[in-house]
Nanobody
Framework: VQLQASGGGLVQAGGSLRLSCADS????????VGWFRQAPGKEREFVAVISWNGGNTLYADSVKGRFTISRDRARNTVYLQMNSLKPEDTAVYYCSAHRGPIGSSRLNEYRYWGQGTLVTVSS
């Protein structure tokens, strides 16, 4: 597994979590990296993406203003800081490497997927 997501857990509504996506083999340092999530019974959906150098970011409307994506190139890790969590944020969160350096919200443009991490927000 080249991309490993971690940091999920159980949190109350209004709380915060920080997810990490580690690129252990430094394979995707020149790729955009995105976060997606999949709730039970629903399709996987885009959450946020960051470009290869961290200069460009994009968020889904549902998380804008609450989530922040960042990238530490020295540690080969992409983070997703999630604040003001809501029960509807409950899902398995996945990170993925885009086929290009900028990234996008389009799931079919992502080529490499890591294992997910479960986020549960209680009301």
């Amino acid at each position: 597994v080249q991309l490993q997501a971690s940091g999920g857990g159980l949190v109350q509504a209004g709380g915060s979590l920080r997810l990490s996506c580690a690129d252990s083999k430094r394979t995707f340092s020149n790729n955009g990296v995105g976060w997606f999530r999949q709730a039970p019974g629903k399709e996987r959906e885009f959450v946020a993406v960051i470009s290869w150098n961290g200069g460009n970011t994009l968020y889904a409307d549902s998380v804008k203003g609450r989530f922040t994506i960042s990238r530490d190139r020295a540690r080969n890790t992409v983070y997703l800081q999630m604040n003001s969590l809501k029960p509807e944020d409950t899902a398995v969160y996945y990170c993925s490497a885009h086929r290009g350096p900028i990234g996008s919200s389009r799931l079919n443009e992502y080529r490499y997927w890591g294992q997910g991490t479960l986020v549960t927000v209680s009301s």
